[in-house]
């Protein structure tokens, strides 16, 4: 396909950016399109030795980034943006090959990561520190940041290339290098995009070890969080993958970002805009076919309007567009895998053994590929099946009465990721949005749970892992906070008013 051959992509690539690809005597992962089942490529797998050599190098490289100027960061920020918009067109078909969401969604991966990439170089000219007046005299006390050293980023298959720019991009503005491992599930989205970041370092004569690439399976990822010399591991995954690697990390008293799973709601009030609140459901439940972290898994309907919308979403269910991602006009392509499909087939029957009723959808559609028609299922929130997350388009219909009632629906899960409420009323917009309301990172008053922009922090609460990426002051996670204070006075007087004569 022509897009592979513009991003550099052969038959047998290499998944380690250390130059050393024998490519020949190594293992690898065989890249699948979810389209049609058809291998795409080989991409070799890291070894030991290999990953040794990578952080050798980054360890190298970071010398010579942090003492790079900020604002010089932010210029080859910017030249990776502007490379990014080349590219667009071919990287997003790679995308959607790749992972299987439709084109339109994964031209928009591409556009969130140019779209870092300018918050980034902003950003780079704002790494702002606080002045703090001292109880002593004459003297001096501020704060400033510095870069942290070596961050390790393990990003998941939904998104094969938004989630690394949102770390990578801040991340390199304030100074750091990064090692990189993607799903196994994709990994020639990272092979295309270590290609691109690599022609920018070239050309700007900086050592390439300030982006690192390594590809594999778990024991990969482990390297990376048992590994003392990467200070900083931002990972985005599920939620029993996020508590190893806290664990993990934490044992050695690392730092993590975690973005684990969502068990996200949208509340319609009796006081919604009912076809706009119906337009956002639709996107944020069966968009990417339900695979994104924020996609809308519960609808919690005023009882009121509960027929009303329920029909609307029948009728649409019934002509949504489902195939090749690449054709236009599909609106949902397929599940990434075999397992994916297996996975939603055992949740719909989990539904009915739980006293659920599936009204809609839930089939698999025969032929190749993984695909699926989205599901409509009416439940309770207490049931097991939906506290759990399912990666997949299933959205669950529940009754509520109550301002009150709806709130506690939408905060009884264990995770707290993104949510968002339909209404016209201003006082029940603001309880939703207040102390009491809504308990997650992310709360939208008549927009959907999906679609965030780069320019906000991205994260959630309880299971979602407490981490925050992106835009907002996100920047210092990535960073180590320095408080200094100057003495340029002749004597040396305490703190706290101690005397100490010697």
Known sequence: MDFLKKLGIEGVN?????????????????????????KIANVSITTKEQYEQVVAKAEEAFLVWRAMPAPQRGEIVRQIGDKLREYKEPLGKLVTYEMGKIHQEGLGEVQEMIDICDFAVGLSRQLYGLTMHSERPQHRMYEQWHPIGIVGIISAFNFPVAVWSWNAMIAAACGDVMIWKGSEKTPLCGVAIQKIVAKVLRENNLPEGIFNLVTGDREVGEWMTNDSRIPLISATGSIRMGKEVAKTVGGRLGKTILELGGNNAIIISENADIE??????????VGTCGQRCTSTRRLIIHESVYDQVKERLLGIYEKITIGDPLEPGTLVGPLIDEQAVETMQAALKQIEKEGGKVIYGGEVIEGDGHYVRPALAEVENHYKIVQDETFAP??????????????????????????????????????????HGSDCGIANINIGTSGAEIGGAFGGEKETGGGRESGSDAWKAYMRRQTNTINWGDELPLAQGISFDV
């Open 14 to 38: 290499a998944g380690t950016s250390t130059g050393l690809h024998n490519l020949e005597s190594k293992e690898v992962i065989a890249s699948f399109t979810p389209v049609d089942g058809k």
């Open 276 to 285: 706009m609140s119906i337009r956002a459901t639709v996107f944020g439940a």
């Open 394 to 435: 299933i959205l669950y219909l529940m009754k509520y009465s109550t301002l009150e009632e709806a709130i506690a629906l939408q905060n009884g899960v264990k995770q707290g990721l993104s949510s968002s409420m339909f209404t016209l009323n201003m006082r029940e917009a603001e309880n939703f949005l207040s102390a």
